[in-house]
């Protein structure tokens, strides 16, 4: 214990030490904003008059800094509260994130003390038992030091309770497990995806009533979380909120060195994950299956052996998938894995030191040595390029486009060899059946779009968009993003359509065609619901090149038909314009849009 | 206090039908409708009507309606056994009531007796008495901004006056609740198969909910987890087999109107005026808004049923070792997931049968129903190992806030309703005149606006012109955009301003308020208080025409073709499209639509608005020579006396009138064959001379033998039950 407690305060030395940091300028200020919203207006008008898009109980940690800071200093005075350098806000932002991480390390010496076999290493005079040493591995990690103490993020919090649910559950208190594990997915939502790892955990070991009462739970603490917004009859921000913001960068990786990062070749930041990448099938969907499809072989690794070991590793897994495989991810997303890999370190090294020193446990030795370093390196990488004079000295010289590609290899190739040794413990029989359904989903899939000789332009996302007025709308007119008892079929001077998109002036559509289609067909014109004075002009460009024109439209017009060829199309771009006299009334809409392989 | 434990059930059953009782008694009052019970008095009146003037019997169960969209055989595809048993009670019962008046009172009292058919159901089910008797507390008193469920919303006067729904509803649970039985325990076949058949005549959209729910029994009988998967499979196969039993005894009892509706599908309309959400439902992120904010269950007001659903959800969940439990569990959440619908399950949805004709918003009465009885399971877990006090004091914590809501909602139902009276009694003198000037005058159509302009607010006390006129028996053109006839969307196109439109249509008469500009062509016949009657000349029901054109296309893309044929010069030319729905047409010049906006010609495709069809341009010419000489009507028999000029060689007798198999076409009293022709109306070629002309809407006489395979089918299930249950084991 004491050896813990000097580990400890020699943590939160090294954290108070970068407290002054400015750290992620954009990201202080978004905590600053909100927080100082969320303490003088309330929780659910901040999320309805700000651009708020955290998880929902977050706004309880931003309420309690707004009025922490209070105590400090006034917010009212905005030239000092919204200087970088304001260090009493920095101070009460980043010290319940180092107190999260503090209470993390301690939290895995705890568990891991528990268990027999407690092996110790000898590092000059000093005698660690491997408890320590985990704690020491996750308080002493740079990734996990520079992401909460300078950048300022809270991964950490949430860290903190998969933990304590974690300790809960293999404590057997199940419901306090999965009530605090929701707490930390309503705080952070990336923390959801061990849920269904917890409750199968308590389905096999609990049983049903207490899988249905862990299931009652997680309503329970949704329920008080959401509170404020069941008063207020707002609980649709809520399921925004949970909804929305996994899509509010629709690109390919947000400075993750992860695989979309290898695809972009380093330019992950700046190309849209909606590119066709297998026929048809957008980079996003490709990414979201194959999270899929690895989220479901972790649960049936867990369903084959349902013991604390096997939980860790299907838990630092997911970490790792949801790192790597889908598209959107932020660097910072890798953190729970430094968790589960703290937890794991004293069976590593027992398997090391009784001499079973299989490739497996040199290849957990690897990932627990090599990911810290690489993880922290795409860390500070992420930082320079949106703040080059915020970086650690030498280390900014690094930021080589090659290098970061090299670390996202290396982060592609942990992860497979990862997938490779846990896969292996999975039954044959139930992998390969599993394994073999997935293929067959995404070969049908691919299929059908493959065999298609035509293609409804409304079953692929754009990979950009903007309208001047409302929201582009599939199959329904633009007036119907109002709300459901304001939805109505595409029609032009009441002519109907059944599919289309609903759009209004001034539009711009980009849709990644990847040289696939030879022929695009579509009619064009002002929906019924557009006003009277509606004038608009469609444009239709490919690869920069004016491919059609429509002239000045106006709402009692016929629509107008267009064929035109796209072979060796790269880009199509769809343009409504408002023809120069203003967008009032100017809902205009492109009627059965096709195109022909 | 025992037996205050045991009498509790009964009495929270009696207080929810007394607490109706007399919330709902202001709808006994209702002189004029404002929502679809007009329709559905409409339907009566005619039924009463064909009571009265029909010799066969088979006319009861089939018969023409001409009251909206040039006239529909609306009892041949929609819910007619209702209307007919009204009816029937009013004519051999002689009641002292009027038929509108029995009308509602029948609608408040199974509107009041709900709760009963709750708990009914819910016994059925096994569930214990107290549950029951909080399913029927509950069982009124779910609350929606109008989603088309189990509430008030759908069903009083200040809602939408969905009658046959509420019916419909009332059967759901007692047949949910008999088929539970019939596949557990393989007897009962026969209260089954009755109460299914009344849920599915009442209303079809309903039965279809309680044949999809009860596709879901057999699960309920697996034991999770598996352990002996040959005794599941085999029990399964049974349970299975029960059920198919059940559901071919209804098959059987309804097939006189299921099968010929199947069959004669493509005379019946999907609406796009509708909107996308009736089709489609709202989603999944709209139903958990919905759901979260409590809009499904208690809208405007604290979302505490929500809460028991919930509750009732994971107490039902946790007991699932129980097959009763279990299937609850299953049920709510399979009918939340469907009533996401389209926008969410996509091509998924048309894996159910008949889902691509469905309105899927109606997938709320599933929802609502699983909610009601989770409900139940879910206060009766808060009220357990209470005391007596303790629980009544619970019970009434919990629905005291639940009443009050119902009882605020229908609070102003009773005022609007009285005044509504009032206007009606004032409007109603001058009304009345219209309505014998019109039927003094020779037949035709009545236009009076139309939900789209000026006739919206047109009204009769509560009741657009348009309805109020339609209702009392006489055709109206205008009501009714929706799923039935074929010319319902296009009528919607219908221009006041063009004359050839009123012959079209044959609107004979213009109802109109006194500051409407009537059209120049249309001449005054009178003015009573606020109302204008009008006139305008038309060829009356028939008319001449020419084909040179046959259209063949699939139902759903034909409105924006016939649209542009309305505002052409063909119409004025008397030029008919051939309009071929099911097999070939014998003429040469032909199109095929591929979609709403493409055709085919001999393999190459064009798009009608860069290859129009009908060409603006074309010379005015009225090509048909001859005249209609007389024309007399006679309840479902037109007749007219046509003179056809020699040199018009391939002239058509075009019926203004919805087409449809079932009319009989007769030129000179010898059967002719006829044509569907734009927009979706009757006609048949006629050679050159003086000719009679008939056309007579006949029921099929094959409904007679499948009638009477349905009586056979009822007697032997009830005759072989106890063999079938010794068949069907395990």
Known sequence: MKKLMILISLGFLIRLFFIPQPGFVADVAFWKSWSLAVAEKGIVWTTLETNYNYAPAFLYFLKAIGLAYRLLGDPTDFRQYWQETNLSFLAVIKLPIILADLLTAFGVWWLLKREENLQTLKIGSWKLKTPLLAAAYYLFNPFIIFNGAYWGQVGSIGTSLVLLALILLLKDQPLRAIGIATLAFLLKLQMIFYLPLFLLWILKKNGWKKFVSSLAAMAVVFFLVSLPFIFTHHMEKVVGLVLHSADYFPLLSLNAYNFWWLVAKGAGFTTSDRILVLGLTSAKFIGLFSFLVFSFLSLLLLWQKTNKSTLTKACLWLSFAFFMLPTQMHERYIYPAFLFLALLLPEIIQAYRRKKRSATIYFYIVILLILPCTAFYNLHNALIVNYPNLGLPYLDRLNLNSLTLVVAGIHLALFFGLSIILINQIQPRLKYVFLALMVVLLGLKQASSVSAKRVSLTKITPRFQHQDYGILMKNLTVHSGWGIKYWSFLSSNYYFYRHGLGSHANSRLIYPLNRQFKRFTTDVGVDTQGGTEASVEFKILGDDQLLYDSGKMGKFDFPQHVDIPVAGVKNLELIITDANDGIAGDHADWLNPILYK | ?730
Not at chain 2, 46 to 69: E, F, G, K
């Open chain 2, 1 to 730: 206090m025992k037996k205050v434990n045991q009498l509790l059930p009964y009495f929270l059953l009696a207080g929810a039908i007394v607490f109706n009782l007399w919330v709902l008694s202001p709808e006994l009052t209702i002189k004029s409708d404002p929502n679809d019970n007009i329709f559905q008095f409409g339907l009566v009146d005619r039924m009463n009507q064909v009571w009265q003037s029909t010799n066969n019997p088979l006319s009861l169960i089939d018969h023409w309606v001409p009251n909206w969209a040039l006239g529909y055989p609306l009892p041949f595809y929609y819910s007619h056994l209702p209307h007919l048993a009204l009816v029937a009670i009013y004519r051999l019962l002689s009641p002292p009531l009027t038929i509108f008046q029995l009308f509602h009172l029948l609608q408040y009292l199974i509107l009041a007796l709900t709760p009963l058919s709750l708990y009914l159901g819910a016994r059925k089910f096994g569930l214990p008495k107290l549950t029951a008797g909080l399913v029927a507390l509950f069982s009124s008193h779910l609350a929606t901004d109008g989603l088309y469920g189990i509430d008030p919303a759908s069903y009083t006067w200040r809602g939408y006056g969905l009658s046959l729904q509420a019916l419909s509803v009332f059967f759901l649970p007692l047949a949910l609740g008999c088929l539970w039985q019939a596949v557990k325990e393989g007897k009962k076949y026969l209260g089954a198969i009755l109460f299914l058949s009344a849920c599915l005549a009442s209303h079809l959209a309903t039965g279809y909910i309680c044949l999809l729910s009860c596709a879901l029994i057999p699960l309920a009988f697996i034991k999770i987890p598996v352990r002996r998967w040959h005794v599941i499979v085999r029990k399964l196969f049974a349970h299975y087999c029960r059920l198919l039993l059940t559901l071919t005894g209804v098959f059987l009892l309804l097939a006189y109107w299921l099968v010929p509706l199947i069959f004669n599908n493509q005379y019946h309309a999907v609406s796009l005026w509708d909107p996308p959400s009736k089709w489609f439902s709202y989603g999944f992120k709209e139903v958990v808004n919905l759901f979260l904010n409590g809009d499904l269950l208690d809208y405007q007001r604290w979302p505490l049923l929500t809460a028991l659903t919930l509750i009732g959800f994971f107490v039902a969940s946790s007991r699932a070792q129980k097959p009763k439990y279990r299937f609850f569990a299953l049920l709510f959440p399979v009918w939340f997931v469907l009533f996401f619908g389209k926008p969410t399950l996509g091509g998924l949805i048309k894996l159910l049968p008949l889902a691509s004709e469905y309105h899927l918003h109606r997938f709320i009465i599933g929802v609502h129903l699983s909610a009601l009885f989770l409900m139940g399971i879910g206060a009766n877990r808060l009220v357990k190992r209470r005391s007596s006090i303790g629980t009544i004091i619970l019970i009434i914590l919990l629905a005291l806030p639940v009443y009050q809501g119902t009882n605020k909602y229908l609070g102003p139902n009773k005022q609007w309703i009285r005044e509504s009276n009032a206007r009606f009694d004032r409007d109603w003198v001058d009304f009345e005149k219209i309505i014998q000037e019109i039927t003094r005058q020779p037949p035709g159509r009545i236009y009076a606006g139309r939900p789209g302009n000026w006739g919206k607010d047109f009204k009769v006390g509560p009741t657009p012109v348009y309805m109020a006129l339609s209702v009392r028996g006489l055709a109206t053109s205008g009501f009714l955009p929706e799923t039935w006839s074929l010319n319902s969307d296009p009528e919607q196109f219908f221009n006041e301003q063009w004359p050839q439109h009123y012959n079209l249509f044959n609107i004979r008469y213009l109802v109109t308020p006194l500051d409407h500009q009537i059209p120049d062509f249309a001449q005054e016949i009178g003015s009573f208080g606020n109302y204008r009657l009008s006139q305008v000349e038309t060829s009356g029901y028939f008319d001449l025409g020419y084909s040179n054109l046959a259209v063949l296309a699939q139902k759903e893309n034909i409105l924006n073709i016939i649209h542009l044929w309305m505002i052409s010069n063909s119409v004025k030319q008397k030029q008919f499209p051939t309009l071929v729905l099911k097999g070939s047409s014998g003429l040469t010049n032909q199109i095929k639509m591929i979609d709403e906006v493409n055709y085919e010609v001999l393999g190459q495709k064009y798009n009608l608005f860069a290859n129009p069809v009908f060409t603006q341009a074309q010379a005015f010419k009225i090509n048909p020579k001859g005249k209609v000489l007389q024309e007399k009507v006679e309840f479902q028999k037109y007749e007219a006396m046509i003179e056809i000029d020699k040199d018009c060689q391939s002239c058509l007798v075009v019926f203004k009138m919805t087409y449809h198999p079932n009319w009989q076409t007769k030129i000179d009293h010898q059967p002719a064959e006829k044509l569907m022709v734009f927009p979706s109306l009757m006609a048949a070629r006629i050679p050159p001379g003086m000719h009679h002309v008939s056309f007579e809407y006949q029921p099929s006489s094959i409904k007679l033998l499948l009638l009477a395979s349905g009586a056979l089918a009822l007697i032997a299930f009830s005759l072989f039950q106890k063999q079938l249950r010794r068949q069907i084991r395990f």
